[in-house]
């Protein structure tokens, strides 16, 4: 066959064409090429004038990839249309390279028909592209799935009415663990506990993390046994010792499981219906799982509704204070009070302090809620003090609160405005103040207590219970919780657990204040024991502040002169 002439190029359109970064070809009908530029050249290695009269399959390192190229160019002369191709190649390295091919078809009355072509490598591109896509789909930290993906992975089995278990899974306390040691460390934390849930997961299976300290997996085609045998297997994943900078640190975690189609079948549901279970889990203490029900269906509702109601009940003035007085262990005379947050719902009544606080603490209404407290307090003595009743109040504070930035100032500056000296405001924390930044809290504390300002930790024995902390915390008080008092008489091992208690505080020159108080024979014991002062239902039960100070105004009248309760402080 004779062979067409090949137009000779100019040497600067050779010149041009060779400074273009991208593949600029053309090929006659036959598929040899009768141009190609030095990009071409160098992908091949092979010099550009060699190429011409060459045909792809005689130089491609992928025959396949040369049998493409053929195709495309045949379709190109067939339809007489321009045609986009994304392609790719294997160059003389062996590298693949991705290609965004144009093809237009020409007839030139020195050559005939042919297949004018224009590459651009977009390797890079694509290459980036891949990862920001997988960005989107996954965790940049710890390598899993994010929430995204989920939706995807439920689509099929939503879809074929499959039996999947959804669990809900929250770290225990991971907060403890960035706020102590760092965000460094808790990102190393939560990448190895990441790396244990992957091998933990079956093939068939799915896991992402949520956000935070929250992951979620899917269990397909399984049933209840298999995922409460599989929850329990996460638990003891979790509970191991995890190695970080020499550090092992011990987690837990609590898991929340709803199943389709039982408890649902979409994607929205299940994440309900587990999420309810997830908080019941908490609420048993944490490290444990717990199966979705229809009363913690009805649960969650009653959560929202409560917080919803709790988010304007300050603005509505719905909570107000009561005042449990404090009598001393040996005269019974009120020697203190504490305040005591309630809340009256205009819609639904009364709602316990048992239901609305924590969910204030875990949602971070209790800011806005403790500052209240914090002024009505004042606004409390300050009345008192105007009547001439010396008498201490003492509020709780919230772990959260007292950490939040400007807590200490804001409690002189609420004192200051309703010109109440500190010494007559007390402070009243829990034990959970410990399970977050320690030195914080005491730095706070500290200097509140150099104002005058009494600290107590009320519910001792119940929270983290620490000995070590005691000595940090400028303490005045200890109040032993309820729940040691109830049976310190019956039951023997409550009653070693009262007077360890008792001696404790004593060697650390604390007063006590025994809480719960409801039987004189409570009252023989604990005063036996060496108990300062008694809180409960015997003495007094919570009251309205009006009755209170009507009371305190009273004993006034009765001595003829102003009534000073004995001070708080010996």
Not at 176 to 197: E, Q, T, Y
Request: some cysteine; overall charge negative.
């Amino acid at each position: 066959m004779k062979k067409k002439r090949i137009p000779a190029a100019s040497s600067f359109f050779r010149q041009m064409i060779d400074l273009v970064p991208h593949f600029i070809f053309a090929k006659d009908s036959e598929g040899r090429y009768i141009l190609a530029n030095e990009a071409v050249a160098k992908a091949y290695n092979i010099p550009a004038e060699q190429i011409c009269q060459m045909c792809d399959a005689d130089f491609a390192f992928n025959s396949e990839e040369a049998a493409g190229f053929r195709r495309d160019d045949l379709e190109v002369l067939h339809t007489g249309k321009i045609k986009y191709i994304n392609e790719v190649i294997t160059d003389c390295n062996g590298n693949v390279r991705d290609l965004m091919t144009t093809k237009v078809p020409f007839d030139s009355p020195e050559t005939g028909p042919g297949v004018l072509g224009l590459c651009i490598d977009v390797t890079e591109r694509n290459a980036a592209l891949r990862e920001i896509a997988y960005l989107a789909q996954h965790c940049h930290l710890t390598g899993l799935p994010n929430r995204s993906q989920l939706s995807v992975f439920l689509e099929e089995p939503i879809r074929n009415s499959e039996s999947c278990a959804l669990l809900f899974i929250d770290l225990d306390y991971f907060k403890n663990i960035n706020d102590s040691l760092g965000h460094l460390v808790g990102d190393v934390f939560l990448k190895l506990i990441s790396a244990r849930f992957e091998q933990l997961r079956n093939p068939k299976d799915f896991v992402c993390r949520v956000g935070g300290d929250e992951f979620i997996f899917v269990l397909r085609n399984t049933n209840a046994d298999a995922a409460s045998t599989f929850s329990s297997e996460l638990l003891r994943t979790v509970a191991e010792p995890v190695m970080v900078d020499g550090m092992a640190l011990m987690s837990s975690c609590s898991i929340g499981i709803a199943q389709s189609p039982q408890h649902g079948m979409a994607e929205d549901v299940l994440m309900k219906h587990a999420d309810a279970a997830l908080y019941k889990a908490k609420a048993r203490g944490r490290n444990t799982f717990q199966w979705y029900s229809e009363e913690l269906h009805h649960a969650a509702d009653r959560r929202l509704i409560i917080y919803n109601g709790l988010r304007t009940a300050v603005h509505n003035g719905e909570l107000e204070l009561h005042v449990q007085p404090i009598v001393d262990a040996h005269s019974s005379a009120y020697a203190s009070a504490e305040a005591l947050l309630r809340w009256n719902s205009r819609e639904r009544g009364p709602i316990s302090p048992n239901e609305f606080i924590p969910l204030a603490e875990e949602t971070g209404l209790i800011s806005v809620i403790g500052n209240w407290v914090i002024e009505e307090a004042c606004r409390i003595q300050r009345a008192w003090l105007d009547q001439g009743i010396d008498f201490h109040l003492s509020v709780n504070v919230s772990a959260r609160q007292l950490l939040e930035p400007g807590f200490e100032s804001y409690f002189r500056e609420t004192c200051s405005a309703a010109d109440v000296p500190p010494e007559k405001i007390g402070v009243e924390i829990t034990e959970g103040v410990l399970l977050g930044d320690v030195e914080s809290a005491c730095s706070v504390l500290s200097s509140l207590a150099d104002s005058g300002v009494t600290v107590s930790v009320d519910d001792f024995g119940v929270g983290y219970s620490s000995l070590g902390y005691l000595r940090k915390l400028p303490l005045t008080f200890l109040k032993i919780d309820r729940s040691f008092v109830k049976d310190c008489v019956e039951n023997s091992d409550d009653a070693i657990l009262v007077r360890t208690i008792i001696m404790l505080a004593k060697n650390l020159r604390l007063k006590v204040v025994a809480e719960g108080v409801e039987t004189e024979a409570q009252v023989s014991f604990l005063r036996a024991e060496g108990v300062d002062f008694f809180q409960g239902f015997l003495f007094a039960k919570p009251m309205h502040v009006d009755d209170v100070t009507a009371y305190l105004l009273d004993e006034c009248a009765k001595v003829s002169t102003c009534y000073k309760a004995r001070r708080w402080i010996l």
